[in-house]
T-cell receptor, first 110, second 115 residues
Framework: GEDVEQSLFLSVREGDSSVINCTYT??????LYWYKQEPGAGLQLLTY?????DMKQDQRLTVLLNKKDKHLSLRIADTQTGDSAIYFC??????????FGAGTTVTVRA | ETGVTQSPTHLIKTRGQQVTLRCSSQ?????VSWYQQALGQGPQFIFQ???????GRGNFPPRFSGLQFPNYSSELNVNALELDDSALYLC??????????????FGPGTRLTVL
């Protein structure tokens, strides 16, 4: 079965970089995703990476993938108060369904 | 381009009742997936519909059922509601062709409370 694990909480000072980590177990994962969820809202797709890549950069977001260790990270540069939210890592296997972690709550302090 | 929409936004039901939740997929998308998100947890896959057929199911009992219509909108039906069914129900649509275009985009969710 699939298992995705994330640390539950991260506190970061405004302007600093945030790094959210995720590990997964399914070696057949094809794509890995990062979604953001604000209170009372649905999931907003932030970025994704194909499993044969090791890095993807998109403006303030950098995704690193270590396929050997099944480790995924999301770095947010220059973290702002609007970045406070829950961040979910998800992996997609050959069956197209997404398996999510429990989410990392990011709190940005002034 | 219209995003994924869901209705209703909130719903309160009592144990044993039945509920129908609705989802309209994003323009150009033919695949709809449903997820259940309990409080404090990540979303759990319920099932997926592709071109009106169920295309995979998670670990949910048969009282969770669905439909997809020719316009690719979808319904999630839950019979014999239990207290543990209280959750945010998320619908996601995608192009269903595999690869990067199969990325799932989520609606705002329906918050179901079972009393």
């Amino acid at each position: 079965g699939e298992d995705v694990e994330q640390s539950l909480f991260l506190s970061v000072r405004e302007g600093d970089s945030s790094v959210i980590n995720c590990t997964y177990t399914d070696s057949s994962s094809t794509y890995l995703y990062w979604y953001k969820q604000e209170p009372g809202a649905g999931l907003q797709l932030l970025t994704y990476i194909f499993s044969n890549m090791d890095m993807k950069q998109d403006q303030r977001l950098t995704v690193l993938l270590n396929k050997k260790d099944k480790h995924l990270s999301l770095r947010i540069a220059d973290t702002q108060t609007g970045d406070s939210a829950i961040y979910f890592c998800a992996e997609r296997g050959n069956d197209y369904k997404l398996s999510f972690g429990a989410g990392t709550t990011v709190t940005v302090r002034a | 381009e219209t995003g994924v929409t869901q209705s209703p936004t909130h719903l309160i039901k009592t144990r044993g009742q039945q509920v129908t939740l609705r989802c309209s997929s994003q323009s150009g998308h033919n695949t709809v997936s449903w997820y259940q998100q309990a409080l404090g947890q990540g979303p759990q896959f319920i099932f997926q519909y592709y071109r009106e057929e169920e295309n995979g199911r998670g670990n949910f009992p048969p009282r969770f059922s669905g439909l997809q219509f020719p316009n690719y909108s979808s319904e999630l039906n839950v019979n014999a509601l239990e207290l543990d069914d209280s959750a945010l129900y998320l619908c996601a649509s995608s192009k269903g062709q595999g690869g990067a275009v199969d990325t799932q985009y989520f609606g705002p969710g329906t918050r179901l409370t079972v009393l």
